[in-house]
Nanobody, 126 residues
Framework: QVQVVESGGGLVQAGGSLRLSCTIS????????MAWFRQAPGKEREGVSYINWSGSTTDYRDFVKGRFTISRDNAKNTLYLQMNSLQPEDTAMYYCAAGNSGLKYWLLRQSDFRYWGQGTQVTVSS
């Protein structure tokens, strides 16, 4: 079966950095677009960043542009999110997801992402 495992979360001070990883097994990784989502306590899950199957197309929400970088290594079945200049408002559970939404719909249709991990907690202290 498909397994999606995120790692790399933790506690960091404001201005610090973290690198999240997401490793997937049980599917052909390069068939799928990937994305990072996050959910803070009491808030809805929101998209953070998207990357297409080949890594040639990426997209970011405005609130992370210039600070976060999404990438993937198809040879390692792994997705990454480099997070710099972290702020307390970035505190959330971060999830990676695999699907075939395309760039146009990744924010509009979370249901297009078929496979989700259990999440990794990111906490940024002020």
């Amino acid at each position: 079966q498909v397994q999606v495992v995120e790692s790399g979360g933790g506690l960091v001070q404001a201005g610090g950095s973290l690198r999240l990883s997401c490793t997937i097994s049980g599917l052909i990784f390069y068939y799928y677009d990937m994305a990072w989502f996050r959910q803070a306590p009491g808030k809805e899950r929101e998209g953070v960043s998207y990357i297409n199957w080949s890594g040639s197309t990426t997209d970011y929400r405005d609130f992370v542009k210039g600070r976060f970088t999404i990438s993937r290594d198809n040879a390692k079945n792994t997705l990454y999110l480099q997070m710099n200049s972290l702020q307390p408002e970035d505190t959330a559970m971060y999830y990676c997801a695999a699907g075939n939404s395309g760039l146009k719909y990744w924010l509009l249709r979370q249901s297009d992402f078929r496979y989700w991990g259990q999440g990794t907690q990111v906490t940024v202290s002020s």
